[in-house]
T-cell receptor
């Protein structure tokens, strides 16, 4: 079983819609969680970082962690065409990071 | 601004050749990581280092090696390139191994 499982995509939404991305994890140790955004032909860039249960907001982005069900989510409000990218969830795992496979999101103008 | 630089950005080579991909970071981070990214697999860890002279195998280390002689550089070597190693390779570094990593922009490697 993979350490982090991410909902497969791709997702295509109209501009202004809410984008919902989800991952589950298996190991309850090292509870540090991240979301990365990756544009085509570029490296992943950190979008959100959290280690607490509940919600963390940064502008149009909200990261949500539910430790009881081992579920992490990312919500993008008022999505823009510039949000079109691949989103990867990650979790600390024994002094390394484990990544989900990524979900490609397209926001249609 | 601190950054991670990978070179070359693109490379085409033949099976059986030795290939070295460079990674240089100016964050002064002790922790450095090499990943490969393939469709359907996400980022898979190849090798990592927690400091000078320290190297460790990741989940897909067969056919790859690294060496760490200073803080800034972690070159990745493919000893005898195979077509299955065609991929995009990313280098990353972090201040703490359980915390977010900074990534380079990748090397796209094709092995014919």
């Amino acid at each position: 079983q993979k350490e982090v499982e991410q909902d497969p995509g791709p997702l295509s939404v109209p501009e202004g819609a809410i984008v919902s991305l989800n991952c589950t994890y298996s190991n309850s140790a090292f509870q540090y969680f991240m979301w990365y955004r990756q544009y085509s032909r570029k490296g992943p860039e950190l979008l959100m970082y959290t280690y607490s249960s509940g919600n963390k907001e940064d502008g149009r982005f909200t990261a949500q962690v539910d430790k009881s069900s081992k579920y992490i989510s990312l919500f993008i409000r008022d999505s823009q065409p510039s949000d079109s990218a691949t989103y990867l969830c990650a979790k600390a795992n024994d002094y390394k990071l484990s990544f989900g496979a990524g979900t490609t999101v397209t926001v249609r103008a | 601004d601190a950054e991670i630089t990978q070179s070359p950005r693109h490379k085409i080579t033949e099976t059986g050749r030795q290939v070295t991909l460079a990674c240089h970071q100016t964050w002064n981070h002790n922790n450095m990581f090499w990943y490969r990214q393939d469709l359907g697999h996400g980022l898979r860890l190849i090798h990592y280092s927690y400091g000078v002279q320290d190297t460790n195998k990741g989940e897909v280390s067969d056919g790859y090696s690294v060496s760490r002689s200073n803080t800034e550089d972690l070159p990745l070597t493919l000893e005898s390139a195979a077509s299955s190693q065609t991929s995009v390779y990313f280098c990353a570094s972090s201040e703490n191994p359980n915390q977010p990593q900074h990534f380079g922009d990748g090397t796209r490697l094709s092995i014919l």
